[in-house]
Structure formats: structure tokens, C-alpha cells
């Protein structure tokens, strides 16, 4: 089976910086994929790591540690329009099939 | 491009009616995915297919939930009969191999099952 696991509620100040945790245990692991959601919308793809490091995109950021089955989004310079849910995905195959987390909802305050 | 488009938006219909939902991929991709997603559960996988073949189905709930794609730029997701807990918004995405780790989703699809 495969689990992923990240919190469920992070609250953070505009302008600052949040860090959302993801740790997986999958039974193949090919990358992890990160994704936002806005109330009411449709997931949008954020970020992908296959190899460990760091991936920067803009005031995004993701992380993956394979050794350490981890992985992170960093989110700089928080907006309100920030406020949303984040979710990691699993790719555990060479098939294309993703995943996901529980999700983490976001609430950035003034 | 129009991106993934779902139809209809939303759907409210009574137990033990047949419901179809509607999903057109963006044009060259050519996997596609739908997905269910609660509050209970999260974001659930429930099909997924490959050149218009279903690759793996071992997401779909029960023998009420059936998934067909005829061709590249159309799939239905269909169930019969509908039940309350099959309430829940459904949101189909597609990809192709030029970029397998970006996955596109549709707006979804709201069904409630009185």
C-alpha cells in the first residue's frame, strides 16, 4: 500500500515564509508532485521533484530527500491569494497515475 | 487552448438514477484521468486510461461506476444507479508524454445524490 502524510491546517502572516511538509511511503517511487487548490476551483500543478534538491519556481519552492522518503513546498513572501489547499502526489510507477496526499489548507492572515 | 472541459458543472439527481459525466481532454494529450474527490477521502484516483485504453481501474468504488473513452477527445464516466455516498465533486485531468509530471484538471463536476 502507500500512505502520504502532511498537515492538515498551517496559518501564516503575509509576507512571510511556510513550509509544508510531505512524507510518503509508497511501494516504487518515481517523484513527487505538488499541487494547489483554491476553494471551489481545480487542482493546479505547482512543482515536480524526481531527484533529490531543491526546486525553485518563483516565490515557490519543493524539496525531495528519496533516502529520507521527505519532501517540502516553501512558500516565500506569502500573499492572501496564497490562502488555499496544498497537496502533495506520489508517482510510484513508470505509468502516469498520481497519488495524493490529504492536502494542506493554507490560511495566510494580514 | 480551452484546457480540459467537464460537463455538466453540476448535477443533482435522486438515488438509483443513471448519471453520466462528461470530460474532453486537452487536444494531444493522450492520457486522462478521473479522480473523486470528498472531504472524507481526499483526492481518490479512480481510473485511468493510455491511447484511449483503461490502464488501471482499480480505483473505481463498485460495479455502479463504469468509465468508457471512444476515442482521443472524449471519455464518460458513468454511474448506475447513483447512491447518496457517491456525492462528491469528480474531476477528470489529462497529461501527455511530453510532460507525464504535469497533470491538467477539468473545473469538475459537483454531483449531489438525494
Known amino acids: 500500500g502507500q500512505s502520504l502524510e502532511q498537515p492538515s491546517e498551517v496559518t501564516a502572516v503575509e509576507g512571510a515564509i511556510v513550509q509544508i511538509n510531505c512524507t510518503y511511503q509508497?511501494?516504487?517511487?518515481?517523484?513527487l508532485s505538488w499541487y494547489q487548490q483554491h476553494d471551489g476551483g481545480a487542482p493546479t500543478f505547482l512543482s515536480y521533484?524526481?531527484?533529490?534538491g531543491l526546486e525553485e519556481t518563483g516565490r515557490f519552492s519543493s524539496f525531495l530527500s528519496r533516502s529520507d522518503s521527505y519532501g517540502y513546498l516553501l512558500l516565500q513572501e506569502l500573499q492572501m491569494k496564497d490562502s488555499a489547499s496544498y497537496f502533495c502526489?506520489?508517482?510510484?510507477?513508470?505509468?502516469?497515475?498520481?497519488?495524493f496526499g490529504k492536502g494542506t489548507s493554507l490560511l495566510v492572515t494580514p | 487552448d480551452a484546457g480540459v472541459i467537464q460537463s455538466p458543472r453540476h448535477e443533482v439527481t435522486e438515488m438509483g438514477q443513471e448519471v453520466t459525466l462528461r470530460c474532453k481532454p486537452i487536444?494531444?494529450?493522450?492520457?486522462l484521468f478521473w479522480y473523486r474527490q470528498t472531504m472524507m477521502r481526499g483526492l481518490e484516483l479512480l481510473i485511468y486510461?493510455?491511447?484511449?485504453?483503461?490502464?488501471?481501474d482499480s480505483g473505481m468504488p463498485e460495479d455502479r461506476f463504469s468509465a468508457k473513452m471512444p476515442n482521443a477527445s472524449f471519455s464518460t464516466l458513468k454511474i448506475q444507479p447513483s447512491e447518496p455516498r457517491d456525492s462528491a465533486v469528480y474531476f477528470c485531468?489529462?497529461?501527455?508524454?511530453?510532460?507525464?509530471?504535469?497533470?491538467?484538471f477539468g473545473p469538475g463536476t459537483r454531483l449531489t445524490v438525494l
Open positions: 485531468a489529462s497529461t501527455n508524454l511530453l510532460s507525464t509530471d504535469t497533470q491538467y
Open positions: 509508497t511501494s516504487g517511487f518515481y517523484g
Open positions: 521533484n524526481a531527484l533529490d
Open positions: 502526489a506520489v508517482r510510484e510507477n513508470s505509468g502516469y497515475a498520481l497519488n
Open positions: 487536444s494531444g494529450h493522450n492520457s
Open positions: 486510461f493510455n491511447n484511449n485504453v483503461p490502464i488501471d
